[in-house]
């Protein structure tokens, strides 16, 4: 058996923060009976692990992610809708055209999307030669503009926040884009990860820099939602000996009527 190492070392880079965010969207989203619609990625697929553990129940995902569903393997508590298509050894994911014209009939609750990179310019980014998961993102998009309910969430750890550009490619072009996050702002939630403390200073100045800037979109009504550590000695640390993630620095208004979510992962 061979073993592709570049896929398990993407699983595994910052997978402390990437199972929070997945533990985040399950605790303060998905409800019963919601209808999901799931994208490929490592950030996310520990989504379906947490349901598992939940106490919610009716949840149907329709999803390309493999991992996603082998979570599921031996329980039969969720409903996996795994999408047909030609199997990604990048991804560990399904493309295919049938897939996305299934994705384009079908109505959901919430529509959650990873990103290889991000930035408030180019928006949700893939490689640039990924044509299978720019394709099922732009599905999962149009499917979104014709919802009038659906929630976007866009799940991202923070490294994602200052990749080189260069190297990736908008799902939408920059002008689309724009007119997208201005006109569904009030449907759109991102929800990231701190950065570990040995992130270089320019990268952390990026990430900040990022991170305002989306906040900026909705003009006062923050709709980033990210984990911030603060470390005191009664405190302790969290997973991997990292300071626990127990503050919400920006309000996700767009999804919450809250004015602060205050949690502990």
């Given at each position: ?164 550009t260069t190297m990736h490619r908008g799902v939408l072009n920059i002008e689309d884009w724009k007119i ?67 503050q919400t620095a920006f309000a996700c208004t767009a999804l919450d009527a809250s004015q602060h ?5």
């Amino acid at each position: 058996m061979t073993t592709n190492w570049k896929f398990l070392e993407k699983i595994f880079y910052n997978r402390s923060e990437k199972h929070n965010i997945s533990k985040y969207i399950v605790s303060k989203y998905i409800i019963n009976n919601h209808n999901i619609l799931l994208d490929s990625g490592s950030t996310i697929d520990l989504i379906t692990l947490e349901l598992i553990k939940s106490e919610k129940k009716d949840i149907t995902i329709t999803s390309n992610n493999i991992f996603a569903a082998m979570h599921l393997v031996g329980q039969k508590k969720i409903e996996f809708n795994l999408l047909e298509g030609m199997f990604s050894d990048l991804h560990a994911a399904t493309y295919s055209k049938k897939a996305n014209d299934i994705i384009a009939d079908k109505d959901f609750n919430f529509i959650i999307i990873a990103a290889t990179a991000i930035s408030v310019e180019a928006g949700i980014m893939v490689g640039v030669d990924d044509d299978g998961n720019a394709d099922f993102k732009k599905a999962a998009l149009d499917n979104f503009q014709q919802s009038t309910n659906a929630k976007l969430i866009i799940a991202v750890d923070g490294t994602k926040f200052f990749k080189d550009t260069t190297m990736h490619r908008g799902v939408l072009n920059i002008e689309d884009w724009k007119i997208f996050i201005n006109k569904y702002k009030d449907r759109i939630c991102i929800i990231t990860s701190p950065l570990r403390p040995s992130v270089e200073n320019s990268n952390k100045n990026k990430y900040e820099k990022e991170i305002s800037r989306f906040a900026a979109v909705n003009q006062g009504a923050d709709f980033v939602c990210f984990m911030s550590r603060r470390l005191t000695p009664e405190q302790g640390t969290g997973p991997d000996n990292l300071p626990p993630y127990n503050q919400t620095a920006f309000a996700c208004t767009a999804l919450d009527a809250s004015q602060h979510l205050d949690y502990i992962l």
